[in-house]
């Protein structure tokens, strides 16, 4: 059996049901509203467990009701959840607007996965400063610079 190990976010997406997208500046209302678990890392793991692989999800999740919801959903879903930091605060959101069409509009609010970033940033250097191990955290760490921001 292959196992896969998925790096990625695992969100609670809020899902709102509308006849058409608005218009900038407009107000509809929902037909319907729906908390589901997603997230493009918790997604992908997902996909490759009921397809029958041994997954695993590295991430983060919140302290809250999202991230407890998130977590049974992932255990439920036989994914292995033992390097998913659980941090202070909200677990990651996404709000999104699906219209009749299937078109859709998502803003992602990613605090837990952005806060376990930040802190694995500023976190001391692995001692690996030759070797594969080294190459790989210098070229992740070149590859990074600047990229995460307040």
């Known amino acids: 059996m292959s196992h896969v190990l998925v790096f990625g976010s695992a969100n609670m997406d809020v899902v709102a049901r509308v006849p058409r ?4 500046g407009e107000t509809l209302a929902a037909g319907s509203l729906a908390h589901v678990p997603g997230g493009k890392g918790a997604n992908q793991a997902v996909a490759a467990a009921r397809f029958g692989a041994a997954c695993e999800l590295t991430g983060a999740l919140g302290q809250d009701d999202h991230g407890r919801a ?4 992932l255990d439920r879903e036989g994914i292995a959840t033992g390097r998913l930091a659980r941090v202070e605060g909200p677990s990651g959101i996404a ?3 699906i219209d009749a069409a299937r078109c859709e509009i998502s803003v992602a609010v990613s605090d837990a996965d952005l806060a376990r970033r930040k802190a694995a940033w500023t976190a001391p250097a ?3 400063t030759s070797g594969v191990l080294g190459k790989y955290v210098r070229l992740v760490r070149s590859a990074s610079e600047g990229c995460i921001t307040d």
């Open 21 to 24: 997208l608005p218009l900038p």
């Open 70 to 73: 998130l977590a049974a959903f």
């Open 95 to 97: 709000l999104i607007t």
């Open 126 to 128: 692995p001692r690996a």
